[in-house]
């Protein structure tokens, strides 16, 4: 219990110094604002806010809950990913934007899981809701391509001055059938691998990072060999997919999003300080 307020103590201190330099970063991109929060936290992980399916759940019972884990959870995380398990039962506005604005208020930085994934005009209105919710950054999916297709994405986000991360191949098994086939380019007739095609976009796009599942750690490996450190690699699947902090840091990840592993865990805050102290142990390791 001492150690635990100790520990709050020292990362209220370093709350205040967050929010100070993100209000700094302001102009920023999310990229490097991200890099600082982890830097100043000394935390790599993502907490994926996600809790069960519950028929006729109680949306304010539900919203206490979020906000009781964001609070548990928050010293020893960089950001929270937020994903339709939260935006379907409490709506983004009424619900969803006062847990991205306690994130703010404890220095976190917040990201949407949407993986965006329709036409521009469509692609325009779901970012732009978003980020008027406050979001940091959106998750998009680079198989609807650019025109007509994310470019409206990432054009709002540099408006804004928020991020875009792309996905690059997804941290469960059927992911081999869309993002590990084999693409034959129509003008040189070269083969290759749809995620490395993905990574090669996010570099050009200047995305302000990747995802890539920790399930994957050879695809870690060959997407950060694509794109070295310009574009940061986001790994989910950690724990209850099957995937290992260590083994993803390894390959070149350089942040882990983490849902069940923390939110199921019986004490959460002890669960996230104690991934959060292996990935630090394993990057000076590296
Ligand atoms: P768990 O409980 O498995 O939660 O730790 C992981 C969270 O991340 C989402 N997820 C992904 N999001 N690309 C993404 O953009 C992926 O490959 C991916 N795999 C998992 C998942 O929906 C949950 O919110």
Known sequence: MLIRNLARQFYSKSYRHTRKTLKRCKRVSFKTRIEETSRLKQSCIVLALDFPYQKNQDCQTLLEKATNMLDMVSPYVCAVKINHHLILPLGTFGGVKSLVDMAHERGLLTIMDCKVNDIGNTNNVIAEYYFDAGFDALIANPFVGWEEGLKPV?????????????????????SA???????????????????????????????????????????????????????????????????GAEVALKAGARYLIVGREIVNAEDPALEAESLRQKAELSKLRA
Do not use: C
């Open 154 to 174: 990432f054009d709002a986000a540099t408006r804004r001055q928020r991020g875009v991360i792309l996905l690059a191949y997804m941290s469960h098994k059927g």
């Open 177 to 243: 059938e869309g993002y590990g086939q084999t693409v034959r380019d129509p003008v040189t007739g070269a083969e290759t691998k749809q995620y490395l095609t993905f990574a090669r976009k996010a570099g050009k796009w200047n995305a302000d990072g990747v995802v890539v599942g920790a399930t994957a750690p050879d695809k870690i490996r060959e997407i950060r060999f694509v794109l070295g450190e310009e574009v940061p690699i986001y790994s989910p699947g950690v724990g209850a997919q099957g995937g």
